[in-house]
């Protein structure tokens, strides 16, 4: 009788990166789903657009890399950040947005880093800040829902204003976000903003489609979690330092209040990036204690940006910065190891 | 004894490049490269300073003790540099405007303390002015060619503004490459675009030297005539 001879861990889930990728990506399904309701098909041209521009970029700097290029693609990492920039995205937004956008994030922010694994920057979100900055007019045009803007553009009108033919401009479709009503209101209590505003007039707590929007992707992150695809600890530390600053400077909504909780907690990327964006394994932090400190981080700056700073939202900056934090974070929240009388710091001098 | 001017030069303009290999003066380097008229301004005035440095410390170089070496180096560069942005505000005072404080830094940049170090206060004067002009050279075209990169990508346009260097004949330069409806890619204007083409512009030249040095490590290989090899007695 021959016994299996393998070394441990013996039990095993049998998850390969390709099956969390795709899960990750059905988790999105709810949110997408609200996006196109509220919005129209725009998220899908975009996620079509980067998809296609990511898995080409990937493909062909695989294979400059002189690597196995069927192996990387089926990993589906690309597709999944492909998949995140394009709901970052401002739907119907010029064709070359998405595609400057996916490849700056394959190339630039993956590869030139090392590739699958090795990137200290979210590449999603380095593609969304290159786009942001330098693009910012197009980058901050966001439509309106469909009930406000008298339903949303149809395919054609999709495809004209996403490829720049047919003479229809973007800016009939625009209104301005719910997050940039509030920051830009200076005169009016925020009662008075939401019973004229016609956004935040017709949704419950954060502006139509964006609450629902918002909605759709914390199903999608409970998910997850249930799944055990990511912890709790970097979403839930986000979500409550977001909740805990607004409720500090919301001054129960004067005309210079930065906005309800629920505002911050359902507008703008919020759930996206909670439960998709800093759960990121690879840029984020990497003990449990420092995913509290990283979600805590991102969630302060989240609502600095949004309160004091001058962009629409602030999810790609925070988490940007926070990336840069990650290795510190790391370093000073190493989890004592069994047999050791406290944890160590990677800077220790080795024992001798 | 004759020097070795072509041996200077190639040091100076590939091989030990102050921009792409010594990386020194990265921070010119990295600020004012957003357009070719500023790489341009930036680069002859540096190219400048370097030469009249160079030239001046070798000329002085046996009277120089080795205990004030350094500080008399930089009085002679800080001299020059002075004289620079004098001549500079004289005559493109606009350019000389754009540029702003880059222009006296010139003075911190290390590439011209380190050949004065390194070059002029050991070898004597035709050298030192050869070795200062090659290196200022080689400095100046990386700066153009990241210069050019960056305008082209961020606003479109290449020698665009070249009157505030040339004078009026120069007005009517600019190249339009990306069409007048170019929307600007102005990440490649702001600093992170600055360190973006640096970084590819090394490694572009790193590629370059590679594919060299296979190439003749190939040649070499290719050897006339079977080469006996011993198989008998102690093989070490």
């Given at each position: 009788m021959s016994l299996m001879r393998a070394t441990s861990?013996?039990?095993?889930?049998?998850?390969?990166t390709a099956k969390v990728m795709l899960q990750v990506a059905a988790a999105t399904l709810p949110g997408v789903l609200a996006l196109v309701i509220y919005f129209g098909i725009g998220v899908l041209i975009n996620i079509a657009l980067c998809s296609i521009t990511a898995l080409a970029c990937e493909a062909a700097i695989v294979k400059l890399r002189q690597r196995p290029v069927a192996f990387y693609l089926k990993d589906c990492s690309a597709f999944v950040t492909a998949l995140l920039l394009g709901i970052a995205l401002p739907p119907y937004c010029p064709w070359w947005l998405p595609v400057i956008g996916a490849s700056t994030a394959i190339v630039l922010a993956k590869h030139l880093y090392g590739g699958m694994g090795y990137n200290p920057f979210n590449p999603a979100m380095v593609g969304y800040v290159v786009l942001l900055i330098s693009f910012p007019v197009d980058m901050t045009r966001w439509v309106g829902p469909a009930e406000i803007i008298n339903g949303a553009p149809g395919i054609d009108e999709a495809l004209s204003l996403v490829f720049g033919f047919g003479g229809y401009n973007v800016d009939g479709f625009t209104r301005a976000t719910p997050l940039d009503i509030v920051r830009l209101n200076e005169s009016v209590l925020l009662s008075q903003l939401y019973a004229t505003e016609p956004v935040l007039d017709q949704g419950t707590v954060a502006g139509l489609g964006w609450e629902a929007a918002n909605f759709g992707f914390l199903i999608g992150g409970l998910f997850l979690l249930f799944r055990r695809v990511i912890t709790w600890h970097a979403p839930v530390a986000m979500l409550g330092t977001l909740t805990l600053m607004s409720l500090l400077f919301y001054d129960s909504g004067s005309s210079l209040s930065e906005g309800s909780p629920m505002l911050h907690l359902f507008s703008g990327a919020t759930m996206l990036g909670a439960f998709f964006i800093i759960t990121d394994p690879v840029s984020g932090a990497t003990s449990n204690k420092g995913r509290l400190t990283f979600g805590a981080g991102v969630g302060l700056l989240v609502y600095i940006i949004r309160a004091w700073g001058s962009y629409p939202d602030a999810v790609a900056f925070a988490v940007l910065l926070m990336n840069f934090a990650a290795p510190t974070i790391d370093n000073y929240t190493l989890p004592r190891t069994y047999g050791h009388k406290s944890a160590r710091r990677a800077t220790d001098l080795e024992e001798r | 004894m004759t020097a070795p001017y072509g041996e200077i030069s190639r040091n100076g303009l590939w091989s030990n490049n102050p921009a792409l290999v010594q990386l020194l003066g990265l921070c010119p380097l990295l600020a004012v490269t957003g357009s070719v008229v500023n790489a341009i301004g930036l680069g002859l005035a540096t190219t400048g300073v370097l030469t009249c440095s160079n030239l001046a410390v070798s000329l002085v170089r046996r009277q120089m003790p080795d205990t004030v070496r350094l500080p008399a180096s930089v009085m002679i560069i800080a001299t020059f540099v002075t004289c620079a942005e004098l001549l500079m505000k004289a005559f493109t005072y606009e350019l000389y405007l754009v540029l702003g404080i880059f222009i006296p830094l010139i003075v911190t940049n290390c590439t011209i303390l380190g050949r004065a170090d390194a070059f002029a206060s050991k070898n004597p004067v035709l050298p030192s002015l050869v070795d200062g002009f090659m290196m200022g050279l080689g400095f100046t075209l990386v700066l153009i060619t990241i210069g050019a990169v960056r305008e082209v990508l961020g606003q479109g346009t290449l020698f665009a503004d070249m009157d505030l260097l040339l004078g009026p004949m120069a007005a009517d330069w600019t190249i339009s490459v990306m069409g007048p409806d170019y929307p600007g890619f102005l990440v490649a204007v702001l600093p992170p675009g600055a360190f973006l083409v640096a970084g590819l512009l090394i490694a572009a030249k790193n590629t370059i030297d590679a594919s060299i040095e296979r190439r003749r490590s190939q040649q070499i290989k290719v050897m006339p005539g079977a080469k006996r090899v011993r198989v008998t007695g102690k093989i070490t």
């Amino acid at each position: 009788m021959s016994l299996m001879r393998a070394t441990s861990p013996h039990a095993r889930a049998g998850d390969s990166t390709a099956k969390v990728m795709l899960q990750v990506a059905a988790a999105t399904l709810p949110g997408v789903l609200a996006l196109v309701i509220y919005f129209g098909i725009g998220v899908l041209i975009n996620i079509a657009l980067c998809s296609i521009t990511a898995l080409a970029c990937e493909a062909a700097i695989v294979k400059l890399r002189q690597r196995p290029v069927a192996f990387y693609l089926k990993d589906c990492s690309a597709f999944v950040t492909a998949l995140l920039l394009g709901i970052a995205l401002p739907p119907y937004c010029p064709w070359w947005l998405p595609v400057i956008g996916a490849s700056t994030a394959i190339v630039l922010a993956k590869h030139l880093y090392g590739g699958m694994g090795y990137n200290p920057f979210n590449p999603a979100m380095v593609g969304y800040v290159v786009l942001l900055i330098s693009f910012p007019v197009d980058m901050t045009r966001w439509v309106g829902p469909a009930e406000i803007i008298n339903g949303a553009p149809g395919i054609d009108e999709a495809l004209s204003l996403v490829f720049g033919f047919g003479g229809y401009n973007v800016d009939g479709f625009t209104r301005a976000t719910p997050l940039d009503i509030v920051r830009l209101n200076e005169s009016v209590l925020l009662s008075q903003l939401y019973a004229t505003e016609p956004v935040l007039d017709q949704g419950t707590v954060a502006g139509l489609g964006w609450e629902a929007a918002n909605f759709g992707f914390l199903i999608g992150g409970l998910f997850l979690l249930f799944r055990r695809v990511i912890t709790w600890h970097a979403p839930v530390a986000m979500l409550g330092t977001l909740t805990l600053m607004s409720l500090l400077f919301y001054d129960s909504g004067s005309s210079l209040s930065e906005g309800s909780p629920m505002l911050h907690l359902f507008s703008g990327a919020t759930m996206l990036g909670a439960f998709f964006i800093i759960t990121d394994p690879v840029s984020g932090a990497t003990s449990n204690k420092g995913r509290l400190t990283f979600g805590a981080g991102v969630g302060l700056l989240v609502y600095i940006i949004r309160a004091w700073g001058s962009y629409p939202d602030a999810v790609a900056f925070a988490v940007l910065l926070m990336n840069f934090a990650a290795p510190t974070i790391d370093n000073y929240t190493l989890p004592r190891t069994y047999g050791h009388k406290s944890a160590r710091r990677a800077t220790d001098l080795e024992e001798r | 004894m004759t020097a070795p001017y072509g041996e200077i030069s190639r040091n100076g303009l590939w091989s030990n490049n102050p921009a792409l290999v010594q990386l020194l003066g990265l921070c010119p380097l990295l600020a004012v490269t957003g357009s070719v008229v500023n790489a341009i301004g930036l680069g002859l005035a540096t190219t400048g300073v370097l030469t009249c440095s160079n030239l001046a410390v070798s000329l002085v170089r046996r009277q120089m003790p080795d205990t004030v070496r350094l500080p008399a180096s930089v009085m002679i560069i800080a001299t020059f540099v002075t004289c620079a942005e004098l001549l500079m505000k004289a005559f493109t005072y606009e350019l000389y405007l754009v540029l702003g404080i880059f222009i006296p830094l010139i003075v911190t940049n290390c590439t011209i303390l380190g050949r004065a170090d390194a070059f002029a206060s050991k070898n004597p004067v035709l050298p030192s002015l050869v070795d200062g002009f090659m290196m200022g050279l080689g400095f100046t075209l990386v700066l153009i060619t990241i210069g050019a990169v960056r305008e082209v990508l961020g606003q479109g346009t290449l020698f665009a503004d070249m009157d505030l260097l040339l004078g009026p004949m120069a007005a009517d330069w600019t190249i339009s490459v990306m069409g007048p409806d170019y929307p600007g890619f102005l990440v490649a204007v702001l600093p992170p675009g600055a360190f973006l083409v640096a970084g590819l512009l090394i490694a572009a030249k790193n590629t370059i030297d590679a594919s060299i040095e296979r190439r003749r490590s190939q040649q070499i290989k290719v050897m006339p005539g079977a080469k006996r090899v011993r198989v008998t007695g102690k093989i070490t």
